[in-house]
């Protein structure tokens, strides 16, 4: 019997009792929603989390820089030095896109009558496309930027005026009244540096560019070209090995009781820090890994994936197998579907043994009538859990998007990736192939002549 007539009498077969074959698609259909809804609900949760602290960096990006120790500490002679060879063995890690090293120096800064505190962060300029600084308003710098600076749009908050007789704070409540970012577009900061030798210098700085409020990590900082912020570090560093406390001080590094900066001399050849970029995100947790296994201090946001994966995991297996276990009560009646039907047609099958069917024709025929009922109960499935997951999505992850201080539209509750939905329909097929084996493998022993006769 060929393959197109065994499905086209299996479809005919099931819908001679069309209530009984409605029935037991629906208890599919109840079964593939339970499990890609459940499913759904682990997925969303690692997906909005990802989306959430790539509000507060990229996961492509680490941050490194030169590791600390206690006197004593057996691991100091692991302790590396963030330099020019450190750099260039960095860039020739497999998956590392870029690195730019970076300096940091803070002082106090002005801006018209504001008076405030910044970070100044030099960079390569060429690299802050690759290390995605997405700007806003304004430009980026070019490597012919000399003073010329962009800052982070939370810049403008570190900015007060005295005559208010408050200092601003990095704690908003929502409907707050807030300065806006482009009050720096354009204008120009005077940050005064102070070094141990009570030497004082003014540096104009022209703010060319204002980044986007996507990422929080360059929020509160201010980049420039990375050259030019060298010099300032420089001047910084002058006389820093006479009274080194108060020159940590003046940069912004808090003095810890017991550490001691990693390797001997002055600091002038080593980086405040680096920025990497990786390829993808798996990358990123096994060079970050890779780092701190060199000595270095590598974080990035990417490192706080493995453990909501993990639970996501579980919670996954536990969702999942809630559902499993209606999807094996759906089983259970597609058996009991397809023994009744076997009861019901002991004379056909009878008759085609008679005319010649093979006992695989016989077993493929009961076979394709469950495969069907799991087949439509799981496409019927797919549908019903997608309309679910809107109406979880529309109205539960919209009640607690505000809640959790999120982006309208950001946290999903629900997610189905086209794997799941594969998964589903192969697996609500699978369970109908499996519960037609035992009425399949019953209706091939049936005796033409017996059959024939009670039929």
């Keep these: ?61 680490i941050r490194v820089s030169q590791s600390w120790y206690y006197p004593g500490d057996p691991d100091t002679d692991k302790q590396r030095k963030l330099n020019d060879e450190a750099i260039a063995e960095i860039r020739g890690i497999p998956g590392v896109e870029t690195v730019s090293p970076a300096y940091d120096v803070g002082g106090e800064a002005k801006l018209g009558r504001k008076t405030g ?60 009244p807030q300065a806006d970012p482009l009050e720096l577009l354009n204008k120009r900061i005077s940050m005064t540096l102070i070094n141990p030798r009570q030497q004082k210098r003014i540096f104009n700085l022209n703010v060319v560019g204002i980044l986007s409020e996507k990422s929080m990590d360059h929020a509160w900082s201010v980049y420039g070209n990375i050259t030019e912020i060298k010099k300032m570090r420089d001047f910084m560093q002058q006389g820093s090995q006479d009274n080194p406390i108060v020159y940590e001080k003046e940069i912004g590094i808090p003095r810890m009781p017991g550490i001691i900066k990693p390797g001997p001399g002055t600091q002038d050849d080593q980086y405040s820090f680096a920025l990497v970029r990786t390829r993808d ?8 890994k890779d780092l701190r296994d060199r000595g270095f201090n590598a974080h990035s946001i990417a490192d706080n994936l493995e453990g909501i994966e993990n639970a996501a995991r579980q919670i996954q297996a536990i969702l999942g197998g809630i559902g499993a276990i209606t999807l094996l009560v759906a089983a259970i009646g597609i058996t009991n579907t397809m023994i009744m039907s076997i009861y019901e047609r002991t004379r056909e099958i009878a008759i085609m043994k008679v005319v010649g069917a093979s006992f695989a024709d016989v077993r493929t025929l009961f076979l394709a009538e469950s495969s069907l009922i799991g087949l439509m109960g799981g496409i019927f499935g797919i549908g019903f859990s997608y309309f679910l997951s809107f109406l979880l999505n529309k109205y539960v992850a919209a009640y607690m998007n505000p809640g959790m201080g999120m982006e309208p539209g950001l946290f999903q509750i629900s997610l189905i990736p086209p794997r799941l939905v594969l998964f589903a329909v192969a697996f609500s097929m699978g369970i109908g192939l499996l519960s037609g084996l035992y009425p399949a493998n019953r209706a091939i022993k049936l005796d033409p002549i017996t059959a024939m006769r009670h039929g």
């Excluded at 819908?15 to 208890?27: A, D, I, Q």
């Excluded at 390569?124 to 700007?135: K, N, R, S, V, Y």
């Design 1 to 61: 019997m060929k393959s197109y007539d065994l499905f086209t009498l299996a479809n005919r077969n099931l819908w001679r009792r069309k209530g009984r074959t409605v029935l037991t698609v629906l208890g599919v259909l109840i079964g593939t929603t339970a499990i890609v809804v459940m499913m759904s609900l682990g997925i969303g949760l690692v997906e909005s989390q990802k989306k959430q602290m790539a509000q507060w960096g990229s996961l492509n990006i």
């Design 281 to 288: 995100v798996v990358y990123t947790r096994t060079i970050s």
């Design 117 to 176: 505190y910044i970070s100044l962060i030099g960079i390569e300029t060429g690299a802050m496309d690759l290390l995605e600084f997405d700007i806003a308003h304004g430009r980026l710098l070019n490597q012919d930027d000399r003073f010329n600076v962009v800052a982070g749009a939370m810049v403008i908050h570190s900015f007060w005026d005295p005559r208010q007789r408050h200092e601003p704070r990095k704690d908003f409540r929502p409907g707050e």
